[in-house]
C-alpha cells in the first residue's frame, strides 16, 4: 500500500517538525453583528415582553406579552394559538401597538382604547413553545393518559400571568377565533380565578358532526392540507405541495382521499391515522366534542359566542355550544350570543360587504364597539351592565340587527314550531302536502366520474390571502349547481309577503337509489327576483341561505355505518346550519337536492365499503337516485318561520 504525503509528515520526529516553516495565521474578518442586539423601545408605546411560561409538567411556552406605555390596573386579554405568537404580535414593524397587532384580531380596538395588556401564547409543540403538538389534544382521560391539556395549561398561565404581571387587575379574559376558539372553550373546563370572561368565536367544537374536518359524515378533503402544514413540523416549514391549478381536478385524479393522502407520505402524522381508524361518530369524536364536554360542567364564566352565519370552517360550534350551556345560564347573566353576516374570523375585519352582499353598515365595526367592548368592560374592568340581550343577531334580508331574547326563535322546543315546505311534482315548494294522482319522484344521475362542483371551476385552494375568495364560497351564486343534471332545483311562487326564518332550518327527503351508499346535499336558497334596479349585478341571485350534507351510510346510526337498501324508499333527516334571513316579496325559495359536493366533501363511492377512505377506483359507480314526494313518502323542508313582529328591535 502507499504512503500518502499526509501520512509521512505524521511519521516525522518532532524535532524536523519543529524547524518546518508553517503558514501565518489569516487574519480573521472583523464582527461587525453583535451576539445579542437590544432594542432601542424608548419611543413605543408599549412594551414587548417574551417569557417562557412554565406548566406543571415543567414545559414552557413562548408568551408575548403587550403592555401599554403607563398602564396600571390594566386587564388581560389571553389568546392561545397554534399560529405563532411571534408573528400574529407583529404584523409591522412600528413603534405604535396598533400596527403591530392590525390584521391580526382588531380587538386592537379594546387594547389600545381601554388600556389592555394583550398577551399571546404558543400551544404546547408548536413554534417557540417546548413540548409535543397534538391536533386538538383531547382533555386528561381516555384519549390523553398525560397529566396535562390545554385545560390545564390554561390554568397555569393565568396562574403566572396575574402573579407576575404588576400592571394588571388581576383579571383576564381569554378569546379566540377557530382553533384559538376551541382553546377559548377549553378555558372554560376549569377555569382560573383570575378568567372573568370568555369570546370563543367561530370555535372549532366538534370535527365530525359540522366543523372543519366531517359533515355530518362526509369528510373534507381540504382538512388533508390542514393536517399535513399544521403537524408535519413544529414551525409548519412543510408546505402542502400541489401539481394542478384546479383543486377539482387534484382531487378527483388522486381517486380516494387516502391514496391522495398516501401520495404526500401523510400516513407519517399521528391524527391521520386516527382520523383513517375513526371515519364514524364513535367514542374516539364524542369524547373530544366540547359542547358535550362543557354541558357536563357548571357554567360559572361569563361568555360571549361568536358566530358567522356564512362561515365555511366552523358553521356548527358556536350555535351547538349555545344549546349545550343555554339551560345552565339560570340567572341569564352569563351566556350571550352574537351572530353576524361574517366569513371565518370575518367579525374582526371590514364588515360592509360579503362576495356580493352589501349590507351598508360595518358589521364587524358595530359588533366589536358594541357589543364585544361593553361585554369586556363590563366584567374585566368593573364598568356598568353591558346591556346586551341575550342574542344580537344580524338579519341577513333586511339587513338590521336585532335584539332577541334567545335562540332558536323557531324550531324544537320553542314557542314558534317549524313550518312544512313540501318538495312536490314539477319541482314546486311550497305549503301543501303532496296528494295522490301526480309523478311521486323526481330523480337524476350521480356520477363520481364527474361529482358536482361546489363552486365555479376551476376551483382555488382553501387560504385567505393572496387574492383566494375561498371564504366567500358561501355566498356565491348557485346558478352554477341549478343548471345540472345531477342536481334537483325546487323552487315556489315568487312571495308576496315577506318570510322570516329564524333558526336552524331541517331536511327531511325520502329518497331511493340504486347504489348501496349515498351522500344528500340540501341546501335553502333566496332566489332574487329577475331585475334588482338598485344592484344590477344581483338581478336573479341565487343567494345560499343554509346548506349542508349528510353520508346515507350513518342514516341508522351515526355511530355504525350500515349499507343502503338499493331501490328503497327511505328517511333522511338532518339539521341545517343555524340562518337569520327574510325572504323579501318577490323573491322565491329553492332548495336544491344533489348526491355530490365537490371537493368541498370528498367523493361517495355509492357502493357500500367498510370505510370510504380506503375506497378502490372499482367501487366508485353512477347510480340513479329518486326524491319521493307522495302521500306516505313526503319530502320537505322545516323552515324556522317566525313572525316579523317578534324579530326585536
Partial sequence: MSVTPLRRLLTLPLALLAGLSLPAQQPTLPREMPAEFKVATGTWDHERRVVMIPMRDGVKLKTIILVPKGAQGAPILLTRTPYNAAELTAHAASAHLGPVLQGYDNVTDLTLEGGYIRVVQDIRGKHGSEGDYAMTLPLRGPLNASAVDHATDTWDTLDWLVKNLPESNGRAAILGISYDGFLALMGLVDPHPALKAAVPMNPMVDGWRGDDWFHNGAFSPSSLVYFYEQQASRGNEHKWWTSHFDDYNLYLQAGSTGDLARSRGMEQLGFWRKVVEHPAYDAFWQQQAMDRILAARPLVVPTLLVHSLFDAEDIYGAVAVWKALKPKDRKGDLLYLAMGPWNHGGQIKEGSTLGPLRFSQDTALQFRREVLKPFLDQHLKGGPPSGLPPV??????????????????????TPHPATRYHLGAGLTVSAEAPKAGVAPFEEFVSDPAKPVPFRARPIQPVGYDNGLTWPQWHTDDQREASGRTDVLAFVSEPLKAPLRISGEPVANLVASTTG???????????????????????????????????????????????????????????????????????????????????PLYERNPQTFVPNIFLAKPTDYRPATHRIWHAPGKDSFVELPVVPLATTGK
Fill in 516 to 598: 348501496t351508499d349515498a351522500d344528500w346535499v340540501v341546501k335553502v336558497i333566496d332566489v332574487y327576483p329577475d331585475e334588482v334596479p338598485a344592484q344590477p349585478g344581483l338581478g336573479g341571485y341565487q343567494q345560499m341561505v343554509s346548506a349542508d350534507i349528510f353520508r346515507g351510510r350513518y342514516r341508522e346510526s351515526l355511530e355504525q355505518a350500515v349499507p343502503i337498501k338499493p331501490g328503497e324508499a327511505l328517511p333522511y333527516r338532518f339539521a341545517l346550519p343555524t340562518a337569520n334571513h327574510v325572504f323579501l316579496p318577490g323573491h322565491r325559495i329553492m332548495v336544491q337536492v344533489q348526491s355530490s359536493w365537490f
Fill in 392 to 413: 344580537s343577531a344580524f338579519e341577513t334580508g333586511t339587513n338590521a340587527w336585532r335584539k332577541l331574547p334567545g335562540w332558536p326563535l323557531a324550531g324544537e322546543g
